[in-house]
């Protein structure tokens, strides 16, 4: 098998679920010859987004943040219609946007990562930095329901009630002698 045949098998590419400022979405949408490149910096964890053709209005680059997914999606293809095979796990999204205008999302996912940090820190079993709960919508909200429901549900349940009043209790030591 070539290297050229490999440019074009799918099942050699990974997959993305992409999410696009509006105004590069409504070009997505409207224009045929829409076509993007994505450059990954040596973290993988950001890069940048070259636009293939001018389009007027648009930026030639955009920047994304890439981000895990909480579940895995599994990608189904076909060739004739008739019959679907799996072609990829996607764990990754791929958020795109424009440079002067930083999306809620990253600010939010700062804040949230500070946030998981010091409870973890603190001692909070529910902010477990190890489980990544990012706010791009695609978190699983089972998680969280019973704390949004309810919020009264302690988040470390006690065993044993606390004492309500100042109750000191004093045992008195009685020491016999067992060898008389």
Not at 66 to 81: I, Q
Not at 137 to 165: C, S
């Amino acid at each position: 098998m070539s290297v050229e045949m490999l440019k074009d098998d799918f099942l050699c590419q990974e997959q993305y679920v992409i999410e696009l400022p509006d105004s590069l979405a409504n070009a997505a949408r409207t224009r045929e010859d829409f076509g993007f490149q994505l450059a990954f910096d040596l973290t993988g964890q950001s890069g940048e987004l070259h636009l293939m053709a001018d389009i007027p209005g648009l930026l030639r680059v955009y920047p994304f943040r890439v981000f895990k997914t909480p579940l895995t999606t599994e990608s189904y293809c076909s060739a004739d219609g008739d019959y679907f095979y799996k072609s990829a796990d996607i764990s990754d999204i791929i958020v795109v946007y424009e440079p002067d205008k930083i999306p809620k999302l990253l600010v939010d996912y700062e804040i949230s990562q500070k946030v998981k940090l010091v409870a973890h820190a603190a001692g909070n079993p529910i902010y477990d930095p190890t489980i990544n709960m990012s706010p791009h919508g695609l978190t699983p909200p089972a998680a969280w329901a019973p704390f949004h429901l309810w919020p009264n549900i302690p988040t470390r349940p006690r065993f044993f009630h606390a004492a309500e009043h100042d109750f000191v209790a004093a045992f008195e030591e009685e020491r016999t002698n067992a060898s008389q």
